[in-house]
């Protein structure tokens, strides 16, 4: 069964880094999310993303933060100068769009700690 | 906010069927009812959606009341895998793009 594939598993750097976190979605999908979780508390949604543009953005989404999908496969996430409050679980999602409801699917994460 | 109340905890012995309460009263008529589950620090999972009707497949059972203000989600057979946060969502029918709404959810154990 397809799936999202995430790089890297756990991203350790050092804070004012900037990072990028790497998703490959299920190919035939549309639609491409990120989401965080910060350790011990919900899921929360940061950006979604189609047709080459950003679709919908989070208050958490700032201007540190940004997406880009630079081929056909990979959606990557920049922070550009990471802080320690940006240490979390970051999980992209993936759906097919169209007609009825298609449901997101996730990948397993990059955990990233900031130093 | 997640339009969703869920209780934060629930225990299920092993080879019994785990029944998850979901409370969503203010739910409107272009919302679907989502079901997603996290293993310990995983990617969340989809088990399952409805709109309106019933649904089953491999995974569980989604059970909609006729009022749609609340539903369950029913894994028939609980094993010890099966262990983790199960998070009810309600989503807008849309074309595609509506981003999740992660509540709490509910913490099953399955005990053996």
């Known amino acids: 069964e397809p799936e999202v594939t995430q790089t890297p598993s756990h991203q350790v750097t050092q804070m004012g880094q900037e990072v990028i976190l790497r998703c490959v979605p299920i190919?035939?999908?549309?639609?491409f999310y990120w989401y965080r979780q910060i350790l011990g508390q919900k899921v929360e949604f940061l950006v979604s993303?189609?047709?080459?543009?950003?679709?919908?953005k989070s208050e958490i989404f700032d201007d540190q933060f940004s997406v880009e999908r630079p081929d056909g496969s990979n959606f990557t996430l920049k922070i550009r100068s990471t802080k320690l409050e940006d240490s979390a679980m970051y999980f992209c999602?993936?759906?097919?769009?169209?007609?009825?409801?298609?449901?997101?699917?996730f990948g397993d994460g990059t955990r990233l700690s900031i130093l | 906010d997640a339009k969703t109340t869920q209780p934060p905890s629930m225990d299920c012995a092993e080879g019994r069927a785990a029944n998850l309460p979901c409370n969503h009263s203010?739910?409107?008529?272009?919302?679907?009812v989502y079901w997603y589950r996290q293993i310990h620090s995983q990617g969340p999972q989809y088990i399952i959606h409805?709109?309106?009707n019933n649904e089953t497949n491999e995974m569980a059972s989604l059970i909609i009341t006729e009022d749609r203000k609340s539903s369950t989600l029913i894994l028939p057979h609980a094993t010890l895998r099966d262990t983790a946060v199960y998070y009810c969502?309600?989503?807008?029918?849309?074309?595609?793009?509506?981003?999740?709404?992660f509540g709490k959810g509910t913490r099953l154990s399955v005990i053996a």
């Open positions: 999602a993936s759906n097919r769009g169209g007609l009825g409801n298609q449901p997101q699917h």
């Open positions: 190919s035939n999908h549309l639609y």
């Open positions: 993303f189609y047709n080459n543009e950003i679709s919908e």
């Open positions: 203010t739910i409107s008529g272009n919302e679907y």
């Open positions: 409805g709109l309106k």
């Open positions: 969502i309600v989503r807008v029918d849309g074309s595609g793009n509506t981003p999740l709404v």
